[in-house]
């Protein structure tokens, strides 16, 4: 594998469900993000993790859960969504400073019922 | 409040017919503007970063251009493979917030 992956690439849950994204990165990079991506509205950046640790959590309600236990791992963990959390989520990772140009994935497709 | 503007929403040209997409911004300490192209069913792209005003940047039939308040990306005689969505990104602010653009759909007609 290489660059950026996510799975699963489509899932569909209930809002009593308990699902879980994951993204690896086989870049060497050191910072990962995920952003949601929904129709007619730009992409939100979510968290932002670097050398594992948490640097920022742009007020994201805490039905999102991440998880970073290394650098070329990142995971959300989902719970009790609501029907307006679907959307596109992508997982993005760069090197060096934060922000520099990064390397996106190709996202999972996430449909609440 | 910071904010980015792309336009036009979208954009249908015709094979070879040059033209400009737009990214304005109002923003305190710019760091840094991105452009990222995104296709349909895919994760974005990048392209280029600009960091200071007048600074340019090419890469084959794309060319990236950087002012105090906008940035414009020109494609010149594009092809239909160009056909996406170009995003625009600012990095501003003492916290480094990264603020995205919705997007300039472009279709690029054979």
């Known amino acids: 594998e290489t660059g950026v992956t996510q799975t699963p690439r489509h899932l569909v849950m209930g809002m009593t469900n308990k699902k879980s994204l994951k993204c690896e990165q086989h870049?060497?990079?050191?910072?990962m993000y995920w952003y949601k991506q929904s129709a007619k509205k730009p992409l939100e950046l979510m968290f932002v993790?670097?050398?594992?640790?948490?640097?920022e959590n742009n007020s994201v309600p805490s039905r999102f859960s991440p998880e970073c236990p290394n650098s070329s791992h990142l995971f959300l963990h989902l719970h009790t969504l609501q029907p307006e959390d679907s959307a596109l989520y992508l997982c993005?990772?760069?090197?060096?400073?934060?922000?520099?140009?990064?390397?996106f994935g190709p996202g999972t497709r996430l449909t609440v019922l | 409040e910071d904010q980015v503007t792309q336009s036009p929403e979208a954009l249908r040209l015709q094979e070879g017919e040059s033209s400009s997409l737009n990214c304005s911004y109002t923003?305190?300490?710019?760091?840094?503007l991105f452009w990222y192209r995104q296709d349909p069913g895919k994760g974005p792209e990048f392209l280029f970063t600009?960091?200071?005003a007048g600074e340019e940047k090419e890469k084959e039939r794309l060319k990236a251009t950087l002012t105090k308040k906008e940035s414009f990306l020109h494609i010149t005689a594009p092809k239909p493979e160009d056909s996406a969505t170009y995003l625009c990104?600012?990095?501003?602010?003492?916290?480094?917030?990264?603020?995205f653009g919705k997007g300039t759909r472009l279709h690029i007609l054979p």
């Open positions: 993005a990772s760069s090197r060096g400073g934060l922000y520099n140009e990064q390397f």
């Open positions: 870049l060497g990079h050191n910072a």
């Open positions: 993790y670097n050398f594992k640790e948490q640097t």
């Open positions: 923003v305190s300490g710019l760091r840094g």
């Open positions: 600009l960091y200071s």
């Open positions: 990104a600012v990095q501003a602010g003492r916290d480094d917030k990264i603020i």
